[in-house]
């Protein structure tokens, strides 16, 4: 079953806006991901947070985890026309497994 | 992606007929993935290993077995192959134990079953 789900599924912005994603998971976990694909290619990871943080972040990137909730966002700030790719939230578990979600498309118009 | 790739990119094979995919990494890591990315399901897991010769299961490992005999190769056989096994098949390595490891991604393979 999946672990990690996205919300919303699908989201289109203009360049410069911000996009925020939301996932979910049901188990507890070590670590939740994040990654983005590209049409066509393989993930590229973007960031990792622990289960004892609550925040991080990289660069436009700013990421929450609140595991009481058993949620996360992805914030992805002024984005860009090449931000235009599906995202993925993945969870890690005690046996060093990622699962993932279902994966949210984002298009930046320019 | 750097360090790691699978052969064949793309693969056509009828029914019936045996399938195996290669996984190749030049880093050295020591768990290696396969997942398989079906519309509308995201990726699961299907088999990992995490050394020479261990491996376990994933959450749709029917139909698939798996084999590990060096670090850097990690082999998908798809025993008999069926029309539901038609999907892009990708490999991930993961270094582990550093301070923000993430899963590094082949490019993956289609594979097409007809």
């Known amino acids: 079953s999946q672990q990690g789900e996205e919300d919303p599924q699908a989201l289109s912005i203009q360049e410069g806006e911000n996009a925020t994603m939301n996932c979910s998971y049901k188990?507890?976990?070590?670590?939740l991901q994040w990654y983005r694909q590209n049409s066509g290619r393989g993930l590229v990871h973007l960031i990792l947070i622990r289960s004892n943080e609550r925040e991080k972040h990289s660069g436009r990137l700013r990421v929450t985890l609140d595991t009481s909730k058993k949620s996360s966002s992805l914030l992805i700030t002024a984005s860009r026309a090449a931000d235009t790719a599906s995202y993925f939230c993945a969870t890690e578990d005690g046996n060093n497994r990622l699962a993932f979600g279902k994966g949210n498309q984002v298009v930046v118009i320019p | 992606d750097a360090g790691i790739t699978q052969s064949p990119r793309h693969k056509v094979t009828e029914t019936g007929t045996p399938v195996t995919l290669r996984c190749h990494q030049t880093?050295?890591?020591?768990?290696m993935y396969w997942y398989r990315q079906d519309p509308g399901h995201g990726l699961r897991l299907i088999h990992y290993s995490y050394g020479v010769k261990d491996t376990d299961k994933g959450e749709v490992s029917d139909g698939y077995s798996v084999s590990r005999s060096k670090t850097e190769d990690f082999l998908l056989t798809l025993e008999s192959a069926t029309s539901s096994q038609t999907s892009v098949y990708f490999c991930a390595i993961s270094p582990r134990g550093q301070d923000n490891y993430g899963y590094t991604f082949g490019s993956g393979t289609r594979l097409t079953v007809v």
């Open positions: 188990t507890s976990i070590n670590n």
């Open positions: 880093e050295n890591h020591r768990y």
